[in-house]
T-cell receptor, first 112, second 115 residues
Framework: GESVGLHLPTLSVQEGDNSIINCAYS??????FIWYKQESGKGPQFIID?????DKRQGQRVTVLLNKTVKHLSLQIAATQPGDSAVYFC???????????FGKGTRLSVIA | GAVVSQHPSWVICKSGTSVKIECRSL??????MFWYRQFPKQSLMLMAT?????????EQGVEKDKFLINHASLTLSTLTVTSAHPEDSSFYIC???????????FGEGSRLTVL
């Protein structure tokens, strides 16, 4: 992979506030991006994805923004809840049978 | 949705022994599966790409003789950690793309602890 995992940064937010998690991706040729949520001891769980022909996509309480100019991806979580506490990873690949390359994650801690 | 299952979910073994981890696609066929390793507080790192009917492709720095991969069928890939050592202790996760969409599904992971 091209992205190297380091110790995770942490984002702490109050319950009910909005959260913004950022990710810088590595490969300018990537055309597919995914946000995953990982709870302790579990595998990654799909949250939302976006293709490179879009710059914004909304789901339920979540929005992903893509800025290809600066190779930046963000995940916005509205009205953050305690159940949102987890580690969040962005991942990128070129559509097809190519593996995902994961960015370094961000630990989200929701303060009740 | 499609399901990928891993077994065992947690294994503890003695140093020097070998451990096999299975990855199964339960309701779809996967000609390709990906194996990742995740150390504590770190991201997922791709180890190898498992290909049904052919040899696995390993990422740079991953020893193919230590991490044996066998893609025995269209629904099963196995990762065998041979002569495990404490530094091999990690969380191993597999994923499989759904044919057609390419959407990736992840297993729940297998935590290996080598004593």
């Amino acid at each position: 992979g091209e992205s190297v995992g380091l110790h995770l940064p942490t984002l702490s937010v109050q319950e009910g506030d909005n959260s913004i998690i950022n990710c810088a991706y590595s490969n300018s040729a990537s055309d597919y991006f995914i946000w995953y949520k990982q709870e302790s001891g579990k595998g990654p769980q799909f949250i939302i994805d976006i293709r490179s022909n879009m710059d914004k996509r909304q789901g339920q309480r979540v929005t992903v923004l893509l800025n290809k100019t600066v190779k930046h991806l963000s995940l916005q979580i509205a009205a953050t809840q305690p159940g949102d506490s987890a580690v969040y990873f962005c991942a990128e690949n070129i559509v097809g049978n190519t593996p995902l390359v994961f960015g370094k994650g961000t630990r989200l801690s929701v303060i009740a | 949705g499609a399901v990928v299952s891993q077994h065992p979910s947690w294994v503890i073994c003695k140093s020097g022994t070998s451990v096999k981890i299975e990855c199964r696609s339960l309701d779809f066929q996967a000609t390709t599966m990906f194996w990742y390793r995740q150390f504590p507080k770190q991201s997922l790192m791709l180890m190898a790409t498992s290909n049904e009917g052919s040899k696995a492709t390993y990422e740079q720095g991953v020893e193919k003789d230590k991490f044996l991969i066998n893609h025995a069928s269209l629904t099963l890939s196995t990762l065998t950690v041979t002569s495990a050592h404490p530094e091999d202790s990690s969380f191993y996760i597999c994923s499989a793309p759904l044919t057609g969409t390419g959407e990736l599904f992840f297993g729940e992971g297998s935590r290996l602890t080598v004593l």
